[in-house]
């Protein structure tokens, strides 16, 4: 009697570990979520907004972010309503991105979206690897500096510290899903806030002393630069909507990051609570960084306010901000990468069922952590950190890259998709007015996308001959 109340008992204690489809329990929150979501935008874009506000002005600039702002909260709720299939509440669960783009458009659109999902993804965590780096080589200049003068010839290679990022994310990696990020995500979260409440603060400190120097910094309602010529400007206003593009993108990881979501309330209300959140937030720290950042410095507005080219003094706080930016990098780095890591070992998984180098799963300890090691795991994510260092070693061009990662994955992730499966799901007639303006809406960002594309490559193939590969120094 005894054994079949004990076994009665783990039944249920297993069974409660579980969701209703027998996947492991989910226990994300709308904070988890808006943590996750503040972790992926709040990273390399935001630091770029104000060289992008310098090239665009004060009109077109805030009108950008606001604008990138509304759409991407409009696509990504009509995102949230297709992670369950056909009921947006009851219906089967779509685990990720691929999936609900497979179950709602059907045909071979899902590849296309894979395509376009997964390099958009390893975009982020080769930029995630180049800034991070930078930033080390930061905190040497800064101290460099003071220790020297600003005068000195402070120049050091980013290629050792983006090899010492590799070997932390080979690590992490092993991570096995995003149900076991949260911590990482709160924490990336928290220092993001600290990096950029100190590049804003920095700004508004210039600004003051600027205005009492009376010599303050030349800005324009329209943006460009004198030294440049009409072309140049016009190809840098649309790396810099590029920039802003890639800043508040998320819709990559959007639908993994509401699979992280408990059952209870419907995951949709709550991912699309969490969207509130998480792009709110976004909108209120970009507007306040890029204003900032191009009333301290104008027209002459480095790439990134609080890498190398910015910010010299006081250099403690440059140091900390950098070490916060650190810490944020190699959190989003995870966050970015993990429907990759999914997708290719769910793919494993179902092509060698009875692997047990695939699917082998093998406790062990270190310390009081416990944790599970994978063969497979363990080989392929190696495999993927150290491709993503060479290529961001081979490459580090800052603005250019950022806008060309931003025009591939913005229009597809963030607005195709999102319309179309909409399309679907209403089942709305072509030709009528919502399928016009959705369509308008569409064929508008697919424009801008392929414009942002060709000032990118032209940009890239411009700081190509300037750098050679593997040589790149700060």
């Given at each position: 009697m005894m054994k079949e109340v004990d076994v009665v008992g783990e039944i249920e204690r297993l069974?409660?570990?579980l969701d209703e489809d027998g996947k492991p329990k989910r226990t994300g929150t709308a904070w988890t979520a808006s943590a996750h979501i503040i972790t992926a935008v709040i990273g390399v874009g935001v630091l770029s907004l104000a060289w992008a506000m310098a090239q665009l002005g004060w009109i077109i600039g805030i009108s950008s972010i606001l604008l990138f702002a509304i759409v991407n909260l409009y696509?990504?709720?009509?995102?949230?309503?297709?992670?369950?299939?056909?009921?947006?509440?009851?219906?089967?669960?779509?685990?990720?991105?691929?999936?609900?783009?497979?179950?709602?458009?059907?045909?071979?659109?899902?590849?296309?979206?894979a395509f376009v999902q997964y390099n958009s993804l390893i975009g982020p965590a080769i930029g995630y690897t180049i800034t991070t780096a930078i930033s080390v080589v930061t905190i040497r200049k800064t101290n460099c500096f003071h220790q020297n003068g600003i005068a000195s010839s402070c120049q050091f290679s980013t290629n050792p510290y983006m090899i010492g990022l590799g070997i932390v994310e080979i690590f992490l990696s092993q991570i096995p899903h995003f149900h076991k990020l949260s911590w990482l995500s709160i924490l990336a979260a928290a220092t993001s806030f600290g990096y950029a409440s100190i590049g804003a603060g920095l700004s508004l400190a210039l600004i003051i002393q600027g205005i009492e120097a009376g010599k303050g910094k030349g800005t324009s309602l329209m943006g460009g630069s004198k030294k440049l010529s009409p072309i140049d400007n016009f190809w840098k206003i649309f790396i810099a909507l590029g920039n802003i593009a890639l800043a508040s993108c998320y819709s990559q990881i959007a639908i993994d990051i509401q699979d992280s979501l408990r059952s209870s309330p419907p995951e949709n209300k709550i991912m699309k609570m969490a969207n509130k959140i998480g792009i709110s937030t976004m909108t209120c720290l970009f507007l306040v960084c890029a204003c900032s950042g191009y009333a301290a410095f104008g027209s002459e507005t480095p790439g990134n306010i609080l890498l190398s080219s910015g910010f010299k003094?006081?250099?403690?706080?440059?140091?900390?901000?950098?070490?916060?930016?650190?810490?944020?990098?190699?959190?989003?780095?995870?966050?970015?990468?993990q429907p990759i890591f999914s997708g290719v070992e769910t793919w494993a998984s179902q092509r060698w069922p009875s692997s047990s180098f695939v699917n082998g799963e093998y406790p062990m300890s270190i310390g009081k952590m416990k944790l599970n090691l994978n063969f497979f795991r363990l080989v392929w994510r190696s495999m993927f950190v150290v491709v993503v260092t060479v290529l961001a070693m081979a490459m580090p061009f800052f603005n250019e890259i950022l806008a060309l990662l931003g025009a591939i994955g913005f229009w597809p992730l963030t607005v195709y998709f999102p319309v179309e499966m909409y399309i679907v799901r209403k089942k709305i007639k072509k030709g009528t007015t919502r399928w016009f303006g959705l369509k308008t809406l569409s064929m508008a960002f697919m424009l801008l996308s392929v414009a942002i594309a060709c000032a990118a490559i032209h940009g890239v193939n411009q700081s190509l001959h300037k750098y050679k590969p593997f040589m790149y120094k700060e």
């Open positions: 069974s409660s570990l696509t990504s709720n009509l995102l949230a309503d297709c992670y369950r299939s056909p009921d947006p509440v009851t219906g089967k669960r779509n685990c990720t991105y691929m999936e609900a783009v497979r179950i709602n458009l059907g045909g071979k659109m899902h590849m296309l979206c003094e006081p250099f403690w706080l440059i140091d900390l901000a950098n070490v916060f930016i650190i810490v944020h990098l190699v959190g989003a780095y995870q966050v970015v990468v």
